[in-house]
């Protein structure tokens, strides 16, 4: 690379440090995926709680011929035998993830626990990750707000952060 293309790659990165962008967009899609992950996890608690782990078992052992080769025996060996603390740790951590979202509190931590689940989702329906579909969009959703810092735009994470600074 010739010195004067490396000063102005230099100069450009430099320059680009100086400027954020602001986080009120990510602040939106992070109430987004919460209100989603809650009306996620109200179809399970509140529609059908007692018959949910069936109705997951149901849905899975539907899907199983789709799932990933690799995944099927974690389906048929771990998740399967045991469907009821499943199914329940299922939904109550959608609810986990959609309040921590909704509220910008411990956001990053909630993102990530979103992305184990959505992964776990593509990996037992066998979808593909770069084909479009709701659960690609949630991963990607997801992943922004997990490197964007989105709590810290209207959420409570600010008000630590803040309060953290102060202690300082």
């Known amino acids: 690379m010739s010195g004067t293309v490396r000063e102005s790659l230099r100069t450009w990165i430099d320059e680009s440090k100086r400027y954020a962008a602001p986080l009120w967009p990510v602040a939106i899609l992070r109430v987004y995926l919460g209100v989603a992950f809650l009306s996620a996890a109200s179809n399970k608690i509140f529609g059908w709680w007692a018959s ?19 995944y099927r025996p974690v389906l048929t060996n771990v998740v399967l035998p045991h469907i009821g603390p499943f199914a329940r740790s299922v939904a109550i951590t959608e609810v986990a993830v959609g309040l921590s979202l909704l509220l910008g509190a411990g956001t990053r931590l909630g993102a990530a626990v979103g992305l184990l689940l959505i992964g776990n989702y593509l990996l037992a329906f066998g979808d593909i990750p770069w084909q479009p579909g709701e659960d690609q969009a949630f991963l990607a959703g997801l992943v922004v707000v997990l490197i964007t810092n989105a709590g810290r735009a209207y959420g409570i994470d600010h008000w630590f952060a803040r309060a953290r600074a102060r202690n300082v």
């Open 52 to 70: 949910w782990p069936q109705n997951m078992s149901h849905f899975l052992m539907s899907k199983l011929p789709d799932s990933y080769a690799f």
